[in-house]
């Protein structure tokens, strides 16, 4: 069974920095390309940005409204995936969601919610 | 960015109905396109990918069909649980880009 389990979320004052983490089981998670996608309260699904495998760099996209303050990456020998976020405004506020990707979300985790508040 | 349309916002419908959701592209994405089941404090739940593929352990009564900038979710009979909301998504080009979504309500 594919497990995805993020952790790292919390209460966090404007222009300040978070890291999450969504560790894996269930997959050769080096096989994996791996997203994440975001859910402000009340509000529809953003796509936040992915990593590819080794085989394609660990080439990264990300959206517009994160470019230049979000960085994903991978530590295969962890089966982990990490989303690290600078500069954060009221409006990163939302539920984060990581996921195994081939271009669609396959499989999710749990989410875990990010809070940017003064 | 690719933008994508969904209609209606919303959609009331009984058990048993038909129904069918409508998903735009700004331009033409091939069959790059994605749908998902998010039920209330959930996560979301893919469905199909490439247009018309269904995923694994997906109930026969949804289907997908379209390409190039027109897509249909279209499901057979309505059940309870299918009572969500709905997001297209496109994968043709980064950023990916979601649909606003459907909601799903019982009439």
């Known amino acids: 069974e594919v497990q995805l389990v993020e952790s790292g979320g919390g209460l966090v004052r404007p222009g300040r920095s978070l890291r999450l983490s969504c560790t894996t089981s269930?997959?050769?998670?080096?096989?994996?390309?791996m997203g994440w996608v975001r859910q402000a309260p009340g509000k529809g699904l953003e796509w936040v940005g992915f990593i590819r495998t080794k085989v394609f760099d660990g080439r990264t996209d990300y959206g517009a409204s994160v470019k230049g303050r979000f960085t994903i990456s991978r530590d295969d020998s962890k089966s982990t995936v990490y989303l690290q976020m600078n500069s954060l405004k009221i409006e990163d506020t939302a539920v984060y969601y990581c996921?195994?990707?081939?271009?669609?979300?396959?499989?999710w985790g749990q989410g875990t919610l990010v809070t940017v508040s003064s | 960015d690719i933008q994508m349309t969904q209609s209606p916002s919303t959609l009331s419908a009984s058990e048993g109905d038909r129904v069918t959701i409508t998903c735009r592209a700004s331009q033409s994405i091939s069959s790059w396109l994605a749908w998902y089941q998010q039920k209330v404090g959930k996560a979301p739940n893919l469905l199909i990918y490439k247009a018309s593929t269904l995923e694994s352990g997906v109930p026969s009564r949804f289907s997908g069909s379209g390409s190039g900038t027109e897509f249909t979710l279209t499901i057979s009979s309505l059940q309870p649980g299918d009572f969500a909301t709905y997001y297209c998504?496109?994968?043709?080009?980064?950023?990916?880009?979601f649909g606003q979504g459907t909601k799903l309500e019982i009439k």
């Open positions: 998504q496109q994968y043709s080009s980064y950023p990916a880009t």
């Open positions: 269930g997959i050769n998670f080096g096989d994996y390309a």
């Open positions: 996921t195994t990707t081939s271009g669609s979300a396959d499989n």
